[in-house]
Structure formats: C-alpha cells, structure tokens
C-alpha cells in the first residue's frame, strides 16, 4: 500500500539555523498538508498546498515557514531561522481531492537547542 | 473558535472489555469526521471516516463510531479490545462547509489494554 514518507526522521539544529523537512506524498495525490505536535499538545494545522500553491494557512505558519514542491515528488517544510518554540513533530499529509481522508506520514522530530 | 474535546486523557482496559472514547467538536456547519489510531512508533493511520449517510460508521480492526449531529459527538466504539490495541487515539474533524481543507484534531486519548 502506498504511504507517505517522510526524512529525517530526526533533526537536531540550534537556534537561528534554517532547516528543511522532506516528505513524498503518494504519487498520486493532489493536495499536501503540514501539521504539527508540540509535545503534550494537540496534532495543529499549518499549511495545505494544491496546485503549486498555499491554498489555506495557519496563523502558527509566518513568514519563517515556507513550503515547496520543488519536483514531482517531493513536498519541503523550511523554517528559515528557527526558534526553541519550534521544538515539535512536524507530520506530512496528502490526499487525492479536496475533502477526502489525508494521509499522513511518520513525522521528522525537529529538535531546536 | 472551532475546536474538538477529547475527555479521556488515559484509559486502561483489560482485554475483551468494551471500549467507548468520546469525541465532541464546536461547529454548527457540515462537518467530516475521522478517528486515526497511532501505534507506538508508527504513523498516524485512519480507523474510520464519516462525510454522509449512515450516522453508524464501520472501520478497520473492529472499530465503529456514532455520529449524533444533536450533540456534536462522533465516539468511537469497540466490544472488545485486545491487547494490540494499545495506542492513542486521535479525533479530527473537517469543517467542510466552510471550505477549509485542515483538520481540527482533539488531543488524543492514550488507550492501554493490559493482557
């Protein structure tokens, strides 16, 4: 069965660095979802992409988060300078059309010291 | 603010006890509904789905749910939980008359089942 992918799985970087999260969402599936979990804390929503574009953001999702989807396969999280607060597992989702169930990736534990 | 309660934090249950977890959510629109299961060290995964129709919902492993529009619930339910049921279960719902396209997720309810 086809899955979401998602690398690192673990990233450690220190505050101020950018760093980019990768995902490759099932080959066919047209819309692309970022989300996150602080620990302790509830599964947020930030970003979904269709058709080369943000289609819909958060507010958690400033202008130190970008999204990309740089080739057919891959779809990148970037976080230009990172802050402790983005300390979190931060999950890839995709999904065929627009309304229909998301499916989501292992997650890549970014870790900010 | 949309948001969706999960009111078991932790439960404990031994096996083939009955499961029932509850899932409530603020939205008066149409709404689609999900329950995702995550096995330790593994991904999120759908359990099941509601968009129309039957309010009775039938999914993998056993796993039912219930939508009651009146009071804004979608529980999940299970006669009789095994041990490999151990994982946390997440409530997400979808409130798609408002034409968004994200999740609201509830804060999961940790379920252990002791052999």
């Known amino acids: 069965e086809p899955e979401v992918t998602q690398t690192p799985s673990h990233q450690v970087t220190q505050m101020g660095q950018e760093v980019i999260l990768r995902c490759v969402p099932i080959?066919?599936?047209?819309?692309f979802y970022w989300y996150r979990q602080i620990l302790g804390q509830k599964v947020e929503f930030l970003v979904s992409?269709?058709?080369?574009?943000?289609?819909?953001k958060s507010e958690i999702f400033d202008d130190q988060f970008s999204v990309e989807r740089p080739d057919g396969s891959n779809f990148t999280l970037k976080i230009r300078s990172t802050k402790l607060e983005d300390s979190a597992m931060y999950f890839c989702a995709s999904s065929p059309f627009y309304g229909y169930e998301q499916y989501f990736g292992p997650g890549t534990r970014l870790t900010v010291t | 603010a949309q948001s969706v309660s999960q009111h078991n934090h932790h439960v404990i249950l031994s096996e083939a006890a009955s499961l029932e977890l509850g899932c409530n959510y603020s939205y008066g629109g149409t709404v689609n509904l999900f329950w995702y299961v995550q096995y330790p060290g593994q991904h999120l995964q759908l359990l099941l789905k509601?968009?129309?129709?039957?309010?009775l919902v039938k999914g993998i492993k056993g796993f039912e749910a219930e939508f009651i529009k009146s009071k804004f619930s979608f529980n999940l339910r299970k006669p009789s939980v095994q041990w490999s049921d151990t994982a946390e279960y997440f409530c997400a719902v979808n409130p798609s008359t408002s034409g968004t396209y994200k999740y609201i997720f509830g804060t999961g309810t940790r379920l252990k089942v002791l052999a």
């Open positions: 509601y968009f129309s129709g039957d309010p």
């Open positions: 992409f269709y058709n080369n574009e943000i289609s819909e």
């Open positions: 080959s066919n599936h047209l819309y």
